[in-house]
Nanobody, 125 residues
Framework: QVQLVESGGGLVHAGGSLRLSCAAS????????MGWFRQAPGAEREFVAG????????SYADSVKGRFTISRDNAKNTVYLQMNNLKPEDTAVYYC??????????????????WGQGTQVTVSS
């Protein structure tokens, strides 16, 4: 059974930093792209960042480019999201997901079949 467990959320002032982690089990982690998404109250889940299975290629939403960095450690089955210069509009529940199909990358949440439980990130102004 595939499980994704996120950690690292919290409350931070604008301009601050947080690092999210997502530990995966139950699947050959290194065969799958991983993504971070977020969902604010009343909004749809949106793509934040994604990383290919080898970790050599990444993608970011325009709103976080230059501030967030996604990385992965395939030896530890873990993906990370380093978030710097946080803004109040980054406030949301953040989810990590693993793609439905190995060796394939998706920007849409429908391309992901397993999700973590979510971790709250709150940025105060």
């Amino acid at each position: 059974q595939v499980q994704l467990v996120e950690s690292g959320g919290g409350l931070v002032h604008a301009g601050g930093s947080l690092r999210l982690s997502c530990a995966a089990s139950g699947r050959t982690f290194s065969n799958y792209a991983m993504g971070w998404f977020r969902q604010a109250p009343g909004a749809e889940r949106e793509f934040v960042a994604g990383i290919r299975w080898t970790g050599t290629a990444t993608s970011y939403a325009d709103s976080v480019k230059g501030r967030f960095t996604i990385s992965r450690d395939n030896a530890k089955n873990t993906v990370y999201l380093q978030m710097n210069n946080l803004k109040p509009e980054d406030t949301a529940v953040y989810y990590c997901g693993t793609t439905r199909v190995p060796y394939t990358f998706y920007l849409r949440p429908t391309g992901y079949d397993y999700w973590g439980q979510g971790t709250q990130v709150t940025v105060s102004s």
